[in-house]
């Protein structure tokens, strides 16, 4: 394979989230849950949380995408799976800020996620990446939908 | 091989065929049905113009203004000419196929159609030809019927002539399907649409730059197609309408240019065409759309086909090797344009894409403004890659050899 700029694009840790998504399937008793989409590439996604004492206990996502959508929605729901709301939250700003700065985040437990800072050099598929964190950040808040076109 | 073409002779005339892409790889452009690249023929004829003529049209006494008018008329006669119009007043200038449907949508449309009338559409229509025909059904009350598509993309021809009914005033169809590459079946639509004494609409987005086009021949009443996608200039189209309708059609937009007389309390229209040209025109864009048309003349629309029929041909032979790309669409070249669409099992069509792009070949993927034909085939996009005048079967082969990169690599 030839290409820095791909191989830095497609690192192996994505393409194994791709090929091995972790909390792929549903939840039957789910508090919270939305739905998000990409109508222009076709990316969807559909999120479910179990809510307890403000921490997120369980999360799951079903859907269909892109390499960059699919892992970046496993990746995310390893991340977020047992922090609290806040926590969370400071995760979705953590993503955005890297995929806009282009620098790796320094936030707590994003080591698997920073492998996802090559995305921010192909403008085409960030929001591929940032479809599972705006649709956590809709889920959380209590909106059913969310978009990243 | 066996061209007609000499592709090295035309290729020289694309300097953009020259660049590179990541890492030194030369550019391989399989995306004409996105828009096509620009000879050094037409990017002359418009710097001309900036350069020794640049003035507005229509309205000076100087002799900029007037050179500036001759090149603007002179090129709606070449395209008059190029699709064998019976008069270039019949040809306006709009800035692509998407406004030239909203102008029948709103100047005719609006004029002619009440509730209970009847458009009649296709499945495989790009958005420019659904969405202006969708708002006219809420506004007006008409109701809007899709011809649907069979499994390879053909139009279900039965199921068409029970829609076409005798309250269908309008059949607007493609030519060409924009994301599957479909010929369709435009003579035995007319055929229908005559016997109802419905008026069709023909959008000639994507056939118009690859087969050749006789309005009168092909007996419609109106006709839309852009520039950019016929080796011309983004932001130029044409809307041809017979002189019939358009003289019953009201202005669709109003201003500058297209008025004889204004006064405080009302005004009145300038001749056809100029009532449907509000405002100062894309002038260098119209002397880039004529030069386009005399480019392609010259090379000869037949030839173009046959070298497009061999191309793809030899592309879908080429893909239908990869075990794992599925084609959509028919497999036979003489049923469709340059236009190959399909998926690889298990990659996502952006992956796909961005892994060829790395290899520099540019192809298109998502749903190519066709959201119905991808919910008919159940699928959320598709790579698709297209190929022009200039496109070789080198070019083909580097595309299979990048599909088996993809493969490789996404496992």
Redo the contacts between chains.
Sequence with gaps: ???T??DD??KEII?DH??QPRNKGELVDSTCSANGAN??????IQLQVTLADNVIQQIAFTG?????SQAASSMMTEFVQGRSISDALVGVLSFQEMMTSGVPSEADGFDDIDALIGVAK?PA?VK?ASLSWKTLEQALDGNRTATTE | MNYSLDIEKIRRDFPILRREI??GKPLVYLDNAATSQTPVQVIADITRFYRDHNANIHRGVHTLSIEATELHENARKKIAHFFNAPTSDECIFTSGTTESINLVAHAWGRQHLKKGDRIVITEIEHHSNIVPWQILRDEVGIELKYIPMLSNGALDMDYASDLITTNTKLVAITAMSNALGNITEVSAVVDLAKKAGALILLDGAQSAPHLKTDIQQLDIDFFACSAHKMLGPTGIGLLWAKMEHLTTMKPFMSGGDMILTVSMENSTWADIPAKFEAGTPNIAGAIGFGAACDYLTNVGMENIRNHEMQITQYALDKLQRIERVRIFGPLDSEKRGGVISFDIEG?????VG??LD??GVAIRT??HCA?PI?SALN???TARASFYLYNTEKEVEKLTEALN?VI????
Excluded at chain 1, 64 to 68: E, K, L, P, R, V
Excluded at chain 2, 347 to 351: E, K, W, Y
């Design positions: 394979m030839s290409g700029l791909l694009l497609y393409l791709f090929r109508p222009l590439c076709g990316d969807e269909a995408g892109c390499s960059i192909f598929r591929c | 990541s890492d990659v996502h069509p952006h992956d961005q892994v790395s290899e998502g749903h959201q991808m699928v959320p996009a990169t490789e690599y996404f496992g």
